[in-house]
């Protein structure tokens, strides 16, 4: 009977494990705004791709891939990441000028980490950004990228969007 009871316990051990590990993945699927539009004004989230998603964001988002769609200066732009760690090639248009943008998007726990690497003509930026959910259910976007105006220490944004 003691044998029987110690391998019920054992079996719903490895059962509730499995469970955890198991465990899907948040989705951050939908269209998405701007929880405090004030702040982007503040923190320099203007949605270039350099802090944010910008005002306004709409995520797709399946097993194999997340595509975001924002508006900058009035025209859509579209970046979709891998979801296992290989390299997603996007290319963006500043100043009338294509540039490429090679990702890396992977999981850190519930929180999708980004990192991008971005070639302005033989200088190479590294821009870092996240994806998380809080507690309420809004989507937390995290971004570093370099001082572009000063040289100085990283410039950090977090901003918090609100689903629509």
Do not use: H
């Amino acid at each position: 009977m003691r044998r029987a009871a110690a391998l019920m316990m054992t079996l719903a051990l490895v059962i509730g494990t499995v469970a955890v590990f198991a465990q899907a993945k948040p989705s951050f699927a939908g269209k998405w705004a701007l929880a405090d539009p004030a702040a982007a004004a503040a923190g320099g989230g203007r949605g270039g791709g350099f802090g944010g998603l910008g005002p306004a964001a709409t995520i797709v988002q399946d097993e194999k891939t997340i595509t975001i769609t924002r508006s900058v200066q009035g025209t859509d732009v579209k970046t979709v990441y891998n979801l296992d760690g290989s390299e997603s090639k996007n290319t963006m248009t500043m100043g009338g000028n294509a540039i490429d943008q090679v990702s890396k998007a992977k999981w850190d726990g519930n929180k999708l980490v980004v990192t991008t690497s971005i070639d302005f003509g033989g200088n190479v930026a590294e821009l870092g950004t996240s994806f998380a959910l809080d507690a309420t259910g809004n989507l937390v976007v995290e971004s570093t990228r370099p001082d572009f105006q000063g040289g100085g220490a990283p410039v950090k944004t977090s901003m918090t969007y609100k689903k629509q």
